[in-house]
């Protein structure tokens, strides 16, 4: 069993924001694995199905951000997924835009997304898929991330969306040390 989490906030204004890029990926994944994201648990939206032979949810918190735990923790005591089988998918200012930065443990980095997730797992030991999304340039942090990208940037954020939805298709068949091994050097 795998459970992929994309952090992001729900609603249209939010929708293209670099905040949400974490959905973005979750999108890509349903469309990838033929799922809609048309069920809800947990103050959460998801999917599940069998992907080469894997039991597989794909989940979207609707908590906002900064409560993504509330929503995760109980979906993962729920259908029995183990800390191992989480990979959380979202959206890092200190890695470039297109670029990916795979890691099993650490801080939540103020990342408050990261930090629900670590208050109510217990833990900073979980896999995650850092997608780059850049530092502001001139604007508050806030502003930037819930700013939509650039024109310019559109196929950088595209590429980084599939290559995360790639890493999390080889996650199906490989321990996460090699999926990272594979895609933090890209």
């Known amino acids: 069993m795998k459970m992929f989490v994309g952090l992001g906030n729900p609603g249209r204004e939010y929708e293209r924001t670099r905040h949400n890029i974490g959905f973005i990926a979750i999108d890509e994944l349903a469309h990838r694995f033929g799922m809609q994201l048309n069920q809800q648990k947990f103050n959460g939206v998801y999917s599940s199905g069998i992907v080469n032979g894997e039991k ?23 259908f029995g997924v183990e800390l191992e089988d989480l990979i959380v998918l979202y959206d890092e200012m200190d890695i470039p835009t297109g670029k990916l930065r795979l890691r099993t443990k650490g801080s939540a980095g103020g990342h408050n997304g990261i930090k629900s997730l670590i ?4 833990t900073q030991e979980f896999q995650r898929i850092r997608i780059g999304v850049d530092r502001p340039n001139g604007m508050s942090v806030v502003n930037h991330v819930l700013s939509n990208f650039h024109e310019e940037e559109v196929a ?27 895609y933090n050097k890209k």
């Open 56 to 78: 597989v949810f794909l989940v979207k918190p609707l908590t906002y951000m900064n409560l993504s735990g509330e929503c995760v923790r109980p979906f993962m005591d729920y």
């Open 119 to 122: 208050q109510h797992l217990g």
């Open 156 to 182: 950088e954020v595209v590429d980084s969306v599939k290559k995360a939805a790639d890493a999390c298709e080889y996650f199906l068949k490989h321990p996460f040390v090699e999926v990272m091994n594979q």
